[in-house]
């Protein structure tokens, strides 16, 4: 999203370093680590840095692990729709291939914790899991952005008292479209995402509160992918400078 020039830090090169050495066995973002939360997941903020993109808040203890076991946690009444996704769409918590590289083809699955992290209100929205794209091209007279966007038709559920684990099988369930113009179709974007994440959709209100996330378990990357990632200490993208709007 938003303006913001990606680059892999520090911390997502030890990831990749690591994917490379078992690129069969999944990974997972515990959030034991502050760098988890700061260097590599967003949500969209209105009026934050990079025009929304702000990191999500880290918590050193409380997490579904044994102590010590962080999480992160996204504040929703901070949180803005982004105008080429619609009104009542939200951008929880997100990465970039050069953060996490991902194939569903390959492994398409992946699990999430989530909880109340306090007053949370999605109003009248969904917690989601989603996939897209957006191509922005830079230059003097650059055409028209191009853009896609999909989320599973899976709702996801959240603990109230506690940490409720889901388990996503992007294979039982059917992808929906909530934007695109002239963008990639779902196919070619499950193996090679541009972008993913968890995401609330269809809110009919402004949401409020905090949601809490942890144990992000995705699908694993092909060394291909990898290798992109780790390229992508020079890849940058551009957004259009759209000015996020308020949900309705």
Same mark, same amino acid.
């Given at each position: 999203?938003?303006?913001?020039?990606?680059?892999?830090?520090? /911390?997502?090169?030890?990831? #990749?370093?690591? /994917?490379?050495?078992?690129?069969?066995?999944?990974?997972?973002?515990?959030?034991?680590?502050?760098?988890?939360?700061?260097?590599?997941?967003?949500? #969209?903020?209105?009026?934050?840095? @990079?025009?929304? @993109?702000? *990191?999500?808040?880290? =918590?050193?203890?409380?997490?579904?692990?044994?102590?010590?076991?962080? #999480?992160?946690?996204?504040? /929703?009444?901070?949180?803005?729709?982004? =105008?080429?996704?619609?009104?009542?769409?939200?951008?929880?918590?997100?990465?970039?291939?050069?953060?996490? %590289?991902?194939?569903?083809?390959?492994?398409?699955?992946?699990?999430?914790?989530?909880?109340? $992290?306090?007053?949370?209100? /999605?109003?009248?929205?969904?917690?989601? &899991?989603?996939? +897209? @794209?957006?191509?922005? *091209?830079?230059? %003097?007279? !650059?055409?028209?952005?191009?853009?896609? &966007? &999909?989320?599973? @038709?899976?709702?996801?559920?959240?603990?109230?008292?506690?940490?409720?684990?889901?388990?996503?099988?992007? =294979?039982?369930?059917?992808?929906?479209? #909530?934007?695109?113009?002239?963008?990639? !179709?779902?196919?070619?974007?499950?193996?090679? !995402?541009?972008?993913?994440?968890?995401?609330? &959709?269809?809110?009919?209100?402004? !949401?409020?509160? =905090?949601?809490?996330?942890?144990?992000?378990?995705?699908? *694993?990357? *092909?060394?291909?992918?990898?290798?992109?990632?780790?390229? +992508?200490? $020079?890849?940058?993208?551009?957004?259009?400078?759209?000015?996020?709007?308020?949900?309705?």
């Amino acid at each position: 999203m938003a303006l913001h020039h990606a680059r892999v830090a520090a /911390l997502g090169i030890l990831s #990749f370093l690591g /994917l490379s050495a078992g690129a069969e066995a999944s990974y997972s973002e515990t959030w034991n680590d502050p760098g988890a939360g700061a260097n590599r997941w967003y949500y #969209f903020q209105a009026g934050a840095p @990079d025009n929304g @993109d702000v *990191p999500l808040a880290w =918590t050193a203890s409380g997490g579904v692990d044994p102590a010590p076991s962080g #999480f992160v946690s996204a504040d /929703l009444g901070a949180a803005t729709t982004w =105008t080429p996704t619609g009104a009542g769409n939200y951008f929880l918590a997100y990465t970039y291939r050069s953060h996490h %590289p991902l194939d569903l083809t390959l492994a398409p699955w992946a699990e999430i914790a989530l909880k109340d $992290g306090g007053g949370l209100d /999605l109003g009248g929205g969904t917690l989601r &899991f989603w996939i +897209g @794209d957006f191509d922005d *091209p830079n230059g %003097p007279n !650059p055409p028209a952005a191009t853009y896609s &966007f &999909f989320y599973l @038709d899976l709702p996801l559920a959240y603990g109230t008292a506690g940490w409720v684990t889901n388990s996503i099988d992007t =294979t039982a369930y059917s992808w929906v479209q #909530f934007a695109n113009q002239n963008g990639r !179709p779902v196919g070619d974007l499950l193996s090679d !995402p541009q972008q993913w994440g968890i995401g609330l &959709f269809g809110a009919t209100n402004t !949401p409020g509160g =905090t949601l809490a996330l942890d144990n992000f378990i995705p699908s *694993p990357a *092909p060394l291909a992918l990898i290798a992109l990632g780790l390229a +992508g200490l $020079g890849w940058t993208r551009r957004r259009d400078p759209l000015a996020p709007t308020a949900a309705a």
